[in-house]
């Protein structure tokens, strides 16, 4: 089955303590990207990657990390998390970076940060 | 830069009733555009999307959306909902050149009522 794949789903941690979300996707696409997801902003762009090593940041990349050493995953990373990034993240992927293409999204993962 | 603005952060209907949710985009160069539907505990699915051609565009689960330039409007449609059409949906934008990139709305939460 083609899907976007994130871990874990739900995540309760502390101030500071490094942690690493994962996302894979197993449909060979090239463009992958990470968005938040806060009541009343809608989803806001984190971070995304055209291809494998190609990186760039999106409108709130403070404080995360990505890489993109392999196709199919695109892990996001939060070095020293704090109470302001607890939300609700997803990883999409599309075919291509080209405008118009259809972005297939993971489940999302619950991040709490007390 | 774009933005975009849902009108109505929350919408409730009565099952079998007609439905339209609301979105303005804001943008100096020319858009894609797009309607995600987000079930309960899932990630976003694709609706449709506008992309060139026809103004009226059709999607699944019998949506629909009129994408209408002079008012920068992209209003989504369905003459009979149901139960099952209770979720959060997403108006969003992207540039047609460039890297694929989407901004999207607030949401809008569609509620169902029997």
């Known amino acids: 089955e083609a899907q976007v794949t994130q871990n874990p789903r739900y995540l309760i941690t502390v101030t500071g303590k490094k942690l690493t979300v994962t996302c894979s996707q197993n449909?060979?696409?090239?463009?992958m990207s990470w968005y938040r997801q806060d009541p009343g902003l809608g989803l806001r762009q984190i971070y995304y990657s055209m291809n494998v090593e190609v990186t760039d940041k999106g409108d709130v990349p403070e404080g995360y990390k990505v890489s993109r050493k392999e196709k199919r995953n695109f892990p996001l990373i939060l070095e020293s998390p704090s109470p302001n990034q607890t939300s609700l993240y997803f990883c999409?992927?599309?075919?291509?970076?080209?405008?118009?293409?259809?972005?297939?999204f993971g489940p999302g993962t619950r991040l709490t940060v007390t | 830069a774009q933005s975009v603005t849902q009108l109505d952060s929350q919408v409730p209907v009565f099952e079998e009733a007609p439905v339209e949710l609301r979105c303005n985009y804001s943008?100096?160069?020319?858009?894609?555009l797009f309607w995600y539907v987000q079930y309960p505990n899932q990630g976003l699915q694709l609706l449709l999307k506008y992309l060139s051609g026809s103004t009226l565009v059709k999607g699944i689960n019998g949506f629909e959306a009129e994408f209408n330039k002079s008012q920068t409007s992209f209003h989504l449609r369905k003459p009979s909902v149901h139960i099952s059409d209770t979720a959060e949906y997403f108006c969003a934008v992207s540039n047609i050149t460039g890297a694929q990139k989407l901004v999207f709305g607030q949401g809008t939460r569609l509620t169902i009522n029997p």
């Open positions: 999409a992927s599309s075919l291509s970076a080209g405008a118009g293409r259809e972005q297939y």
């Open positions: 449909m060979n696409h090239e463009y």
């Open positions: 943008s100096s160069v020319s858009v894609y």
